[in-house]
Each structure stands twice: as C-alpha cells, then as structure tokens.
C-alpha cells in the first residue's frame, strides 16, 4: 500500500515538470507545444511527433486562460503598488517593467496548467460526460450489435 502511494506523489511531483517542459504524456518527449517558449504561445502542437499521439482529441478548453488571467492581474498589480511605494520610480519603469514580466508570466502559467491538464486528461483516462438519456441509447445500441 505505502509503495503504491509512494508511486502516486512521485507521478504527482512530476507533473509540474512534464507539464512546465511539456513533455508528451505518452512517451515523455518534448513535443506538447508547438514551437519554443514566445514563438508558439501555449498552443498544443496538432500531435506527438514522436509516438503520434493526438493532441487535438483532447479537450482542454480555456478554463486555465481566465483563471491565470485573475492570478497574474493581481499578482503584478500588487508588486506594481509594492514598488511604487516603497521606492517611488519614474513611470517609464512600471511600463518597461510590469509589460513584458507580465507577458511572459502569462505565457509561461498557461503553458503550464494547459500542460498539466492534458496530462492528468491523458493519465485519467478522461472523456466527456454524456447524459442520461443518451447512455441509455449507447447501452441499448450495444446491445443491439
Ligand atoms: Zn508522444
């Protein structure tokens, strides 16, 4: 039991890694994104090139995009008022500062929690819900075949 969940919080402790380099949840090569760091965004490559996974039959969705759009707004907006008022610089610092620290954070965040995502999609095993009713005619057409 305890090698088992020894197992387990080390696939956990992965994660963040696998997800950060984007490695392929299947054969662990880096190929999730399309292209490196700024040039691809957090866009997944169409699939592995390495095991031929594909990558567009998962379905991530944007639900990473507002939840680190909140975080890094008000992470950034508080080390803006930090620094403005501890040291008081001219404004062309906060612009040349906060812009480009907060695109690149942006990119890199989503990078990570698409990443993770697809990983734990792939790991889980995880499809989309259907309804009721719609199992209901699955089962019987099952039945039928
Ligand atoms: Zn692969």
Redesign the pocket.
């Known amino acids: 039991m305890s090698i088992q969940n020894n197992n387990d919080i080390e696939r956990q402790l992965a994660l963040l890694p696998a997800a950060f380099f984007g490695y392929?949840p299947?054969?662990d090569?880096r190929?999730l994104f399309d292209r490196v760091m700024i040039g691809g965004g957090a866009n997944f490559a169409p699939k592995?090139t390495?095991?031929d996974?594909d990558y567009d039959s998962f379905n991530v969705g944007n639900g990473p995009a507002a939840f680190i759009t909140f975080l890094m707004g008000a992470l950034m907006v508080t080390l803006a008022l930090s620094l403005e008022l501890s040291l008081h610089p001219p404004f062309y610092v906060h612009v040349l500062l906060w812009v480009p620290l907060t695109i690149v954070m942006t990119i890199v965040s989503l990078r990570v929690a698409k990443g993770v995502l697809i990983t734990l999609e792939y790991r889980n095993k995880a499809k989309e819900a259907i309804s009721s009713d719609a199992q209901k005619e699955v089962s019987v057409d099952d039945e039928d075949a």
């Open positions: 392929c299947r054969c090569e190929t592995c390495h095991c996974l």
